[in-house]
Nanobody, 127 residues
Framework: QVQLVESGGGLVQAGGSLRLSCVAPGRTYTSYATGWFRQAPGKEREFVAGISWSGGTTAYADSVKGRFTISRDSAKNTRYLQTNSLKPENTAVYYC????????????????????WGQGTQVTVSS
Protein backbone atom coordinates (compact mmCIF):
# COMPACT_ATOMS: atom_id res chain seq x y z
CA GLN A 1 0.00 0.00 0.00
CA VAL A 2 1.38 3.39 -1.01
CA GLN A 3 0.51 6.24 1.33
CA LEU A 4 0.06 9.56 -0.43
CA VAL A 5 -0.01 12.93 1.30
CA GLU A 6 -1.29 16.07 -0.38
CA SER A 7 -0.57 19.62 0.67
CA GLY A 8 -0.75 23.15 -0.68
CA GLY A 9 -4.47 23.75 -0.58
CA GLY A 10 -6.02 26.85 0.91
CA LEU A 11 -8.21 29.86 0.36
CA VAL A 12 -7.49 32.02 -2.67
CA GLN A 13 -9.32 34.72 -4.57
CA ALA A 14 -10.58 34.14 -8.07
CA GLY A 15 -7.73 34.56 -10.53
CA GLY A 16 -5.18 33.41 -8.00
CA SER A 17 -2.88 30.40 -7.96
CA LEU A 18 -1.96 27.49 -5.75
CA ARG A 19 0.62 24.74 -6.11
CA LEU A 20 -0.54 21.42 -4.77
CA SER A 21 1.99 18.76 -3.81
CA CYS A 22 1.72 15.01 -3.45
CA VAL A 23 4.41 12.96 -1.71
CA ALA A 24 4.72 9.33 -0.67
CA PRO A 25 6.59 9.52 2.64
CA GLY A 26 9.24 6.90 3.08
CA ARG A 27 8.59 5.25 -0.25
CA THR A 28 9.91 5.45 -3.72
CA TYR A 29 6.94 5.57 -5.98
CA THR A 30 8.66 6.98 -9.00
CA SER A 31 7.51 3.95 -10.92
CA TYR A 32 3.86 4.89 -10.62
CA ALA A 33 1.77 7.10 -12.83
CA THR A 34 -0.10 9.73 -10.87
CA GLY A 35 -3.39 11.50 -11.23
CA TRP A 36 -5.05 14.47 -9.60
CA PHE A 37 -8.79 14.39 -9.00
CA ARG A 38 -11.19 16.75 -7.27
CA GLN A 39 -14.54 16.44 -5.61
CA ALA A 40 -16.88 19.30 -4.83
CA PRO A 41 -19.73 18.95 -2.33
CA GLY A 42 -22.59 16.98 -3.80
CA LYS A 43 -20.67 16.09 -6.94
CA GLU A 44 -18.80 13.07 -8.17
CA ARG A 45 -15.04 12.85 -8.06
CA GLU A 46 -13.64 14.10 -11.34
CA PHE A 47 -10.32 13.81 -13.12
CA VAL A 48 -8.14 16.90 -13.31
CA ALA A 49 -4.75 15.82 -14.64
CA GLY A 50 -2.42 12.83 -14.90
CA ILE A 51 1.26 12.18 -15.51
CA SER A 52 3.23 9.06 -16.35
CA TRP A 53 6.13 7.91 -14.20
CA SER A 54 8.65 9.42 -16.60
CA GLY A 55 6.77 12.66 -16.97
CA GLY A 56 6.73 12.14 -20.70
CA THR A 57 2.97 11.76 -20.93
CA THR A 58 0.40 14.07 -19.41
CA ALA A 59 -3.36 14.36 -19.64
CA TYR A 60 -5.77 17.10 -18.62
CA ALA A 61 -9.45 17.62 -18.25
CA ASP A 62 -10.71 20.07 -20.85
CA SER A 63 -11.87 22.42 -18.12
CA VAL A 64 -8.34 22.98 -16.81
CA LYS A 65 -6.25 22.92 -19.98
CA GLY A 66 -4.10 26.00 -20.23
CA ARG A 67 -4.59 26.85 -16.55
CA PHE A 68 -3.31 23.82 -14.63
CA THR A 69 0.02 22.06 -15.04
CA ILE A 70 0.99 18.68 -13.63
CA SER A 71 4.66 17.91 -13.05
CA ARG A 72 7.00 15.67 -11.08
CA ASP A 73 10.28 15.96 -9.22
CA SER A 74 11.81 12.51 -8.91
CA ALA A 75 14.57 13.69 -6.63
CA LYS A 76 11.96 14.86 -4.14
CA ASN A 77 9.58 11.97 -4.83
CA THR A 78 6.87 14.55 -5.32
CA ARG A 79 4.18 15.31 -7.84
CA TYR A 80 2.78 18.78 -8.29
CA LEU A 81 -0.34 20.40 -9.63
CA GLN A 82 0.11 24.07 -10.43
CA THR A 83 -3.29 25.73 -10.54
CA ASN A 84 -3.55 29.17 -12.13
CA SER A 85 -6.44 31.50 -12.94
CA LEU A 86 -8.57 29.75 -10.37
CA LYS A 87 -12.32 30.11 -10.51
CA PRO A 88 -14.93 29.73 -7.76
CA GLU A 89 -16.18 26.57 -9.47
CA ASN A 90 -12.74 25.03 -8.91
CA THR A 91 -13.52 24.86 -5.20
CA ALA A 92 -13.18 21.23 -4.14
CA VAL A 93 -11.11 18.72 -2.25
CA TYR A 94 -8.20 17.79 -4.48
CA TYR A 95 -6.89 14.24 -4.30
CA CYS A 96 -3.67 12.68 -5.48
CA UNK A 97 -3.87 9.11 -6.77
CA UNK A 98 -1.30 6.60 -7.96
CA UNK A 99 -1.61 3.63 -10.26
CA UNK A 100 0.37 0.41 -10.04
CA UNK A 101 1.81 1.03 -13.48
CA UNK A 102 4.40 3.36 -14.87
CA UNK A 103 2.03 4.45 -17.58
CA UNK A 104 -1.14 6.44 -17.52
CA UNK A 105 -4.14 4.15 -17.94
CA UNK A 106 -6.07 4.22 -21.19
CA UNK A 107 -8.84 5.87 -19.23
CA UNK A 108 -6.88 8.22 -16.95
CA UNK A 109 -10.09 9.99 -15.97
CA UNK A 110 -11.50 6.87 -14.27
CA UNK A 111 -10.94 6.76 -10.49
CA UNK A 112 -11.10 2.96 -10.61
CA UNK A 113 -7.79 2.91 -12.51
CA UNK A 114 -5.93 4.19 -9.45
CA UNK A 115 -5.21 1.92 -6.51
CA UNK A 116 -3.73 4.39 -4.06
CA TRP A 117 -5.25 7.63 -2.80
CA GLY A 118 -4.35 10.45 -0.49
CA GLN A 119 -6.66 12.11 2.01
CA GLY A 120 -7.07 15.24 -0.07
CA THR A 121 -6.39 18.94 0.33
CA GLN A 122 -9.10 21.59 0.33
CA VAL A 123 -9.00 24.33 -2.29
CA THR A 124 -11.44 27.18 -1.82
CA VAL A 125 -11.72 29.94 -4.42
CA SER A 126 -13.61 33.04 -3.41
CA SER A 127 -15.28 35.36 -5.88
Amino acid sequence: QVQLVESGGGLVQAGGSLRLSCVAPGRTYTSYATGWFRQAPGKEREFVAGISWSGGTTAYADSVKGRFTISRDSAKNTRYLQTNSLKPENTAVYYCAATTSRYLPRAPYAPSEYGHWGQGTQVTVSS
